[in-house]
């Protein structure tokens, strides 16, 4: 951005398509689904907007606007990655076998994508030139990865210590079916909103956003964002009694000492319990 470059406010509302389409692109890229897309270009809106503009007022013009933005949101997507799933170390083996075998090691292990999600993910979205036998022999040579499952109820029983520590067991199991009840529920309700109205509650109940934040990250009027949530709050709400489960049961169940505190939604539905 030259001396006589636009204030960072009218750039970004001159510029908000390509950035919407470099944020997709970069999700995409990432094996995002198309939900988990939409809400990464929300988070990228709102990083223009952080500190004052910061990231478009360190825009110097060396490069295209779409080359830098590429850049910085490659490196946002990465960080919200590790902070989700924590640092990747490729394996041995994929390393021995080199860039290719790391990264469909990657896109199966990882992102948990079937052969035929990885394999569309690594030629049509990121342009490598890997023969289907290639990739198929490849993946049948990374070795298997530990991943974290649920037990059933037999498992449980098998393993009960006798006392104090069987009953505390008992309760624990039980906490856990109520909220495992309480998740689904709540994953019904929301799967009955379209997905900006999903990244709309996310932005603000579980990231803790002001409205006006987050009608500048969507670039949606800040008014009639007010009377918008609460439609939606009580359009949750109503779903979640149908189910019979009431706002005020979501925090309950799902408290931060929770052993199943990190379950992929729970910050999601303890944000959104304290709302409704």
Request: glycine share 6%; net charge neutral.
């Amino acid at each position: 951005m030259m001396a006589s470059s636009p204030d960072p406010a009218a750039l970004l509302a001159q510029q908000l398509p390509l950035l919407d389409e470099v944020a997709r692109s970069v999700a995409r890229r990432g094996g995002s689904r198309p939900d988990d897309q939409e809400e990464f270009v929300a988070r990228a809106r709102l990083r223009m907007v952080e500190d004052d503009y910061a990231v478009l007022r360190k825009f110097e013009g060396r490069s295209s606007l779409r080359t830098y933005l590429t850049v910085v949101l490659q490196r946002l997507f990465l960080d919200e990655r590790v902070r989700r799933w924590g640092r990747w170390r490729s394996s041995a083996v994929a390393r021995r076998m080199g860039p290719a075998a790391q990264r469909i090691e990657i896109l199966l292990r990882r992102d948990g994508l079937s052969a035929d999600e990885a394999w569309q993910t690594l030629t049509w979205n990121e342009g490598w030139a890997l023969p289907r036998a290639e990739f198929e022999r490849v993946a049948a040579a990374l070795p298997p990865r530990v991943r974290h499952r649920q037990v059933d109820e037999g498992e449980l029983e098998s393993v009960s210590a006798p006392g104090p520590a069987a009953e505390a067991e008992v309760v624990a199991r039980e906490r856990a079916e109520q909220a495992e009840g309480t998740c689904r529920a709540l994953r019904c309700a929301l799967a009955g909103l379209t997905a900006e109205e999903r990244v709309i509650l996310k932005l603000r109940y579980q990231d803790g956003l002001t409205v006006g934040a987050v009608a500048r990250a969507l670039a949606l009027p800040e008014k009639p964002l007010f009377r918008r949530i609460e439609r939606l709050r009580e359009r949750l709400r109503a779903a979640l009694e149908q189910q019979g489960v009431r706002g005020g049961d979501l925090v309950a169940v799902l408290g931060e000492d929770a052993p199943y505190a990190g379950a992929t939604t729970t910050e999601d539905i303890h944000a959104l319990g304290q709302a409704i």
